[in-house]
């Protein structure tokens, strides 16, 4: 809960469709309740979403504080790392370690852990175009009847025709190279250098259907 103390809503801005927008434009009808869930395919992937999850992470925590008692919880985010480990997301208050889930690569499986997870809004990573993945009816069902959005990111942090921006600041880019850091060594954030635009890290996301998130899985 570190980033209690030193993120606000004020740390992001954020543009939809070249637009200032929020939070709120992204996800909408976004609360306290939803579950986030990115799956990651390669070695420090999620690094190209760790803007979105550090601007759910503080959205929740906004409504934790809004209600003016004390508390001490964690949203329930979720990182699925499709096949084996690909990094270690603590920094991004993915915590505790249960909510880094390692999962068999197919489609039907991830589908099947997001599901059970509960996840309402879901990252993939961006791709080129797939066929329809191999999903079980009730599997597919599930997902559709509670998954509300969803998201491509690039690991790069540039997803192809991206109509989500999200700039963070010193304090965000800090957490993300104490992730890296930790996951691969003290150089591993020299990547994000190419993010930064007027002084600020943005990375960049594509709204899609769940059709098409389901055939990056």
């Known amino acids: 809960m ?30 306290d309740r939803d579950r986030l ?7 420090l992937g999620l690094a190209g979403a760790s803007l979105l999850v550090l601007a759910a992470v503080t959205g929740f925590y906004d409504v934790q504080r809004s209600r003016g008692e004390p508390f001490f919880i964690y949203p329930d985010y979720f990182v699925f790392h499709a096949g084996r480990t690909f990094g270690d997301h603590r920094r991004l208050e993915i915590w505790p370690p249960h909510k880094e889930v390692v999962v068999e690569p197919d489609a039907e499986s991830l589908l099947e852990a997001v599901n059970d997870r509960g996840i309402t809004r879901l990252a993939v ?17 599930s997902a559709r009847s509670r998954i509300a959005t969803c998201l491509a990111y690039a690991p790069d942090g ?3 025709d991206g109509d989500v921006a999200i700039a963070g600041n010193e304090v965000t880019e800090r957490y993300v190279g104490e992730m890296l850091a930790q996951s ?13 635009r007027d002084g600020r890290p943005v990375e ?12 990056l899985l």
């Not at 570190?2 to 609360?31: I, N, Q, Y």
């Not at 869930?37 to 070695?43: A, D, H, N, S």
Request: glycine share 10%; proline share 6%; net charge positive.
């Open 2 to 31: 570190h980033s209690t103390r030193e993120l606000s809503s004020a740390s992001f801005a954020v543009s939809l469709a070249g637009r200032p927008a929020d939070l709120e434009s992204v996800l909408p009808g976004f609360s």
């Open 37 to 43: 869930g990115i799956v990651v395919r390669r070695p």
């Open 125 to 141: 990573e961006d791709g080129g175009p797939a066929g329809e993945p191999e999903l079980r009816r009730e599997t597919l069902a």
């Open 158 to 160: 540039r997803a192809r």
């Open 184 to 196: 691969a060594g003290a150089h591993a954030a020299d990547g994000r250098r190419g993010l930064v």
């Open 204 to 215: 960049k996301y594509r709204t899609v259907a769940l059709d098409e998130a389901l055939a």
